[in-house]
T-cell receptor, first 111, second 115 residues
């Protein structure tokens, strides 16, 4: 199936840990994104990469670092996790700025 | 800067009755507008997209939206609600950087469908 897939779907971890969320798309898209959805369901963009180049970098703590090894993958690494990082993180992709397709989300819980 | 305002945080309708979810946008140029739906504990699914080709946009599952520039609105409608339509709906405006589509989401409208 052609899709945007994220792993893991659920992630529970302790404060202070470092964790990564992986995202892969097999749609041939050239742009990938990370969005954060908070406990009130509000969604906000964090990062975007086009052909492995960072093009959108919103005001996000530098504990969050995206990494794009190739244009089909965009991973999100988070250092020194805090309680406030608990959220659902969505990966998305698009082709040259057209409609974005989203992954199923990763629910991160920091305890 | 662009933004969208969803006028209702919660809408409740009876099954078989019409659905209206309201959205107003603010944009300094002709915007690209979307509606996305999120079912409980699920990802985001694109319902429909407006990109200036036609003011009335038909989407999946019987939904449609009409772009009204004079009212800066992009309301989502469906003639007859089904129980499976119960979900969170997001109105979204796109800021196109040329190579990326920076989506700005509204705060969402929770649609409840009752028997």
């Amino acid at each position: 199936d052609t899709a945007v897939s994220q792993t893991p779907k659920y992630l529970v971890t302790q404060m202070g840990n470092d964790k990564s969320i992986k995202c892969e798309q097999n749609l041939g898209h050239d742009t990938m994104y990370w969005y954060k959805q908070d406990s009130k369901k509000f969604l906000k963009i964090m990062f975007s990469y086009n052909n492995k180049e960072l093009i959108i970098n919103e005001t996000v703590p530098n504990r969050f670092s995206p990494k794009s090894p190739d244009k089909a993958h965009l991973n999100l690494h988070i250092n020194s996790l805090e309680l406030g990082d608990s959220a659902v993180y969505f990966c998305a992709s698009s082709l040259r700025g057209s409609k974005s397709l989203f992954g199923q989300g990763t629910r991160l819980t920091v305890v | 800067a662009q933004s969208v305002t969803q006028l209702d945080s919660h809408v409740s309708v009876s099954e078989g009755t019409p659905v209206l979810l309201r959205c107003n946008y603010s944009s300094s140029y002709s915007p690209s507008l979307f509606w996305y739906v999120q079912h409980p504990n699920k990802g985001l699914q694109l319902l429909l997209k407006y990109t200036s080709a036609a003011t009335l946009v038909k989407g999946i599952n019987g939904f449609e939206a009409e772009f009204k520039k004079s009212e800066t609105s992009f309301h989502l409608t469906k003639p007859s609600a089904h129980m499976s339509d119960a979900a969170e709906y997001f109105c979204v405006v796109s800021g196109d950087t040329g190579t990326a589509s920076k989506l700005t989401f509204g705060t969402g409208t929770r649609l409840q469908v009752t028997l």
